[in-house]
């Protein structure tokens, strides 16, 4: 039965390992990995040195901390909400309709963004409306983060949700009881029993996404970015596209995108050491 899970790893996450060497060659796929010309560091040096590396990596930690922010509390609250409610056929119709988004196609849900925020659109008129500008709202710079989180709270809050809610349903009832009966209210209850049985489902829950900050959404950026947002837009993921498989620059798109996991590995690492020495919650 561990054969085709290992064969999955083994094909689609340990081969193609072996084309972090193209970060280090003058890539030509015509010449293939053993006999493209090697350059060492140059692609790391070139990148580091470019107009182009302060402002990727300032929008790609700034949309990911926004992201964090709004995006990963807003699950937790929603969980919490979910698990007050009573009537069983209320909580599990707001539960389907809330999972029904995640599971629409991301070129849709982009396609429905833009439509919406465009010049005419309806969130564009509602906006102009309560006083903001009037025109397309996802082709000004100064909207793309703020539509770009709200977007994703939208399509992942309920899906995000699941975990939560499963950690919340293992909670022992007679706790609520015990509490119930020494006179604490629902909300003291919420404080004092079902956020810190939470608490080790959201710490690992955190320091995963922390280990994605430098990754971002980048298929919903390339999908919802244009040139006129790139000052705001364009994160490290959407270059590496752009210079691989756009401008056919592969050792360079490779050495970029190789810098960007090397910073995953960095924070998720850090963030597990800190989480188990402060919380003695862990990944490893």
């Known amino acids: ?13 340990y081969a193609p390992m072996a084309g972090i060497i193209m970060a280090f060659q003058k890539y030509k796929p015509s010449t293939g990995l053993l006999h493209s010309k090697w350059v060492g560091l140059k692609n790391f040096t070139t990148f580091f040195n470019s107009y182009y590396f302060v402002r990727l990596l300032r929008n ?25 409610v ?11 309709i809330s999972y029904l988004p995640y599971f629409i196609s ?6 429905l963004v ?18 903001g500008p009037s025109g ?14 709200a977007s994703n709270i939208w399509q992942n809050l309920g899906y995000s949700s699941i975990v939560y809610i499963s950690a919340l349903s ?39 996404r922390v280990g994605n900050i430098m990754t971002v959404s980048y298929q919903k950026v ?15 993921s959407t270059f590496v596209y752009r210079k691989g498989l756009i401008d056919n620059d592969y050792g360079y798109s490779t050495a970029v995108g190789l810098f960007n996991s090397i910073c995953n590995l960095f924070l998720i690492t850090f963030t597990n050491k800190l989480s188990k020495k402060y919380t003695e919650t862990s990944l490893w």
Request: with cysteine.
């Open 222 to 236: 390339i999908l919802l970015y244009s040139p006129a947002t790139y000052d705001t837009a364009d994160v490290i």
């Open 86 to 96: 009573r009537s069983k056929f209320f909580k599990k119709t707001v539960q389907t």
């Open 114 to 131: 833009a439509d919406f925020t465009e010049a005419g659109g309806v969130i564009s008129n509602l906006f102009a409306k309560l006083g």
């Open 136 to 149: 397309g709202l996802l082709s000004n710079p100064k909207y793309f983060h703020g539509i770009f989180v």
């Open 1 to 13: 039965m561990m054969i085709p899970v290992l064969a999955y790893f083994a094909v689609f996450c």
């Open 170 to 208: 293992a909670i022992d009832p007679q706790l609520y009881e015990a509490a119930r009966v020494d006179g604490a209210t629902r909300w003291q209850q919420t404080i004092h029993i079902t956020l810190p049985a939470l608490m080790p489902t959201i710490i690992i829950m955190l320091i995963l």
């Open 60 to 84: 790609t930690i700034t949309l990911s901390l926004k992201d964090i922010a709004f995006s990963f509390p807003a699950a937790i609250i929603f969980a919490l909400m979910l698990n007050e």
């Open 106 to 111: 991301l070129v849709v849900v982009c396609g």
